[in-house]
């Protein structure tokens, strides 16, 4: 029997730099729903955005809202009809922190990412995130961790799942292809651990940092390349351009037939990265757009995209199959989340969390990739 515990300390946004640990009510459950104690959290570069600005596009805060959701936790309490989906009271699990509403066309056909009613964690107007000791979730949305399969993985699943879905889903990725990925930041390296996982045969990482470069090629990248400088009176275009030749004769790449680039996933939100993904591309290649970046109005070389029949698809959060595909991949050895995490801090600290995440590296001057912080003791 798992004793509840009466205090719920949450890690509360109420502005700008302005965050409060509150003691809000634990949660209550309805009849398919499981109260989840949160063992793990990662920090988010969208948590951080929401710190810094109180918004993120079109989602403003317009009131004090939990922070929070990528997390992992245990189940401690279920509704009557929860116990169907398999889950008991002890379960552990990863938390798909987006309830959509179930019943709309896109719900319907099997592409709720795209639900104009999706409660998501810690995203306005939604108040709750996973940055507290209790959350609520259906069961359907809570995906069960092998033994083997740690909580911190768990806390990872929900930025893997976004790889998933950029490579397998969406980008279709198969053995033996070629892919390039631009930015090598969390989502960058978990498209490129993806790629190799479903067998890609060069996975080639491009950032502006080497010592990103640095790790990628150690972790799962087969190439690398980090572009020259753009030239003082350089056009864009011309740069763009210069920059896609310099990649195909420096890593010997053809522009089409054996060897060339199958898929380019774009992870940066950079414009320039965007133009040259899509010279690179092979005729009849495949794009994915899944880095947002701080411009939404971006120059798209659509010369390109009409001459090679470019497919491009934008690629938001996840969908159906693919949390479950992300646990798989970890949980038989396909995918290595732990040299990922790179700074651990408790939840009395998770501020200082947030800050490190903000600047890059940590005190002591480590890079950060991914922060993790403990539960509320």
Known sequence: MVQ????????????????KYEDRPVPEISEDQVLIEIAKTGICGSDVHYLKYARIGAFVLEQSMC????????????????SKSGLKVGSRVALEPGVSCRVCLHCKGGMYELCPDMSFAATPPIIYGTLARYYVLPADLCHPLADTVSFEDGAMMEPLAVGVHSVHTLGKCQSDQNVIVFGAGPVGLLC???????GARRIIAVDIQQERLDFATSYVATDSFLPPARGADEEPTAYTNRVAELIFSTLDIPA??????????????APTCIQIGMHVLKPAGTYVQVGMGHNLTLPVPFFDVITKELKVVGSFRYGPGDYPLAISLVERGLIDLKPLVTQRYEFKDALEAFETTRAGKDPQGKPVIKCIINPPP
């Not at 089409?256 to 939100?269: N, P, Q, V």
């Open 67 to 82: 922070l929070g959701h990528e997390s992992s936790g245990t189940v401690v309490k279920l509704g009557p009809k929860a």
């Open 192 to 198: 490129m651990a993806v790629a190799k996982a479903l």
């Open 256 to 269: 089409r037939g054996k060897g060339s680039i199958d898929l380019a996933i774009e992870a940066s939100g």
């Open 4 to 19: 509840l515990k009466s205090d719920n300390p949450s890690f509360v946004l109420h502005g700008i730099d302005n965050v």
